[in-house]
């Protein structure tokens, strides 16, 4: 089984940082895109960022300037680097792995999702 364990959310003033982190562990092969998704109370789960294998990023309108992801491919982690946070931004942030390669030669894929860290900004 494959598990996305996050961490590094919390309570940030706003203007402040917070950096998450998100671990895939577990029998892996490749992983094609990892990324992160938010929910805030009462809303849809939107996306905030992601990164492909090769390095290509995406981002919400919302966040572009402010918000940087990146991976380390040998350690099947992404983290999410958060800067000048508006109370906007509270919502609870999930890591996403997709089209996870469990084992070589195979096509099989799956889709992950972490259990999700509240960011909370507010003063």
């Known amino acids: 089984q494959v598990q996305l364990v996050e961490s590094g959310g919390g309570l940030v003033q706003p203007g402040g940082s917070l950096r998450l982190s998100c671990a895939a562990s577990g029998t892996i092969f490749s992983i094609r895109v990892m990324g992160w998704y938010r929910q805030a109370p009462g809303k849809q789960r939107e996306l905030v960022a992601t990164?492909?294998?090769?390095?290509?990023?995406t981002f919400a309108n919302s966040v572009k300037g402010r918000f940087t992801i990146s991976r380390d491919y040998a350690k099947n982690t992404v983290y999410l680097q958060m800067n000048s946070l508006k109370p906007e931004d509270t919502a609870v942030y999930y890591c996403?792995?997709?089209?996870?390669?469990?084992?070589?030669?195979?096509?099989?894929?799956?889709?992950?999702w972490g259990q999700g860290t509240q960011v909370t900004v507010s003063s």
């Open positions: 990164i492909t294998s090769g390095g290509t990023t």
């Open positions: 996403n792995a997709a089209g996870v390669v469990r084992f070589p030669k195979t096509s099989s894929e799956n889709d992950y």
